[in-house]
Each structure stands twice: as C-alpha cells, then as structure tokens.
C-alpha cells in the first residue's frame, strides 16, 4: 500500500482520549491528529518520538491530519489500524500471499451472520472468509493481540469457526506493522478469553496468518509469514 499523499513529519507530545494525538510538526506548529488504534497502543506510545501524520483530505473534518505511524528504537510502526484490511486485500488480488493465492473475485467488508468480516475471496473451488486485525505490541522477540479486550475480535472467531463446521475455508490474518520481532502470540494475560477462543478456532480448523509488514513513510509492505504459537 502506497501512500497517495505525502505524509507531515513531527514529533508525538502526547495520545489522549483514544482517539487523539498532539504532534509538535517540524516547523513548530502543534496540530491534534486522528488516532485509529482503539487499544492501549502498548509499545507503540514513546513521547517526543518521531512520527508521520496524512493530511486530512475532507476539508469538513475536525482533525486535519491521521497519526500513520513511529518510530521506535529506530523502527517505523505502523498504528493506523485501518490499514491492514487494505493492505491485505491488496495482497490477495496481486496474488502476493502464497497462502491465499488463485482467487479470481475478492471483496471488502462482507456482511456474514451476525458479523461484518474483513474479506472473501473465491474461485470456482472454494469459498474463504477472511478477518484482518493488526498486531504491534511488541514483548521481547513476539508481537502480542490484543493489547486490549476485544468483545469483537471474539465474536469474528465465532463466526469463523461457524463458517468453517459449514465447508467454507477461514483465515484469520494478523498484519504486523513492525519489523523488529520474529515471532507471533497471543496475549491471554490481556484477553483470555480470546486466547481461548482462538484456540478454539485453531482446533475447529480455522487457519491462523501473521504476516508482517514494512513500514516506511512511503510506503507499507508485507515482507515475510511469521510463525506463531497458541
């Protein structure tokens, strides 16, 4: 995924309200920008570190610029948890995933049951229903989800593992935006639920893909599978 905008440099002040981020921009204006990521952004909050916003492109909105991502111990990281759907999608169209490859019809945000899940892709074979989260909390060599409870990310594994006892194929994809960890887990002290849950969904046939990503502030890249442990 190409950012279509150059992005603003600055320096993060502080993150407030979830959703709100101070930025001190290199020519000393301090702007509010857009924040996506509704969790705790555990190892991803560093005062005074380098950031890159995007320019709000809907004159009507509040906040002019959306916090993209920073750099920590000199590592970009991406916390715009909007993204990973994207990049993703755009992965399996270009056949990029060698997991998820050979799908000639792919679609966004289908709704299925009683949740809306991330992507489904077919052939004249198989039907597989996808759900993207993005992964960054970073706890020594692995990155951790979720940083947060997540009532929802339950609920999509639900749905996934109904999907999966009909004949349908379900992936859960985990999108890494950092490069400085080898290794994917889950954070059951966070979420235990989840964690079992997972597990679940594991054992019921529901495929399990962190894939990690390269951000830079041109562009963000998937760049290797990461292997995972339950």
Known sequence: MKFTLPLVHGRLI?????????????????????????????????ENAEVYLSPATDPKRKTKYTWEMILIEGSWVGVHTTHPNQIVYEAIVNNEIPQLKHYNKVQREVKV?????????????????????????????????????????????????????????AVMVYLIQRVDVDTFGVASDIDPDYSSTLKQAHEAGVEIIPL????TPSEISIVRELPYSL
Request: net charge positive.
């Open 14 to 46: 502080k993150r407030y309200k979830r959703f709100l981020a101070n930025v001190l921009l290199d020519d000393g204006t301090i702007v509010t920008a857009h924040c996506t990521n509704s969790g705790s952004m555990k190892s991803c909050i560093e």
């Open 113 to 169: 049951k009683d949740s809306r899940l991330d992507i489904v892709a077919m052939n004249e074979d198989e039907t597989c229903f996808i759900e993207v989260k993005n992964a960054s909390m970073k706890q020594g060599n692995s990155v951790l989800f979720p940083d947060a409870v997540t009532s929802r990310g339950k609920k999509h594994l639900h749905t996934l593992i109904s999907l999966k006892e009909e004949g349908y194929r």
């Open 212 to 215: 990690q990503a390269r951000v």
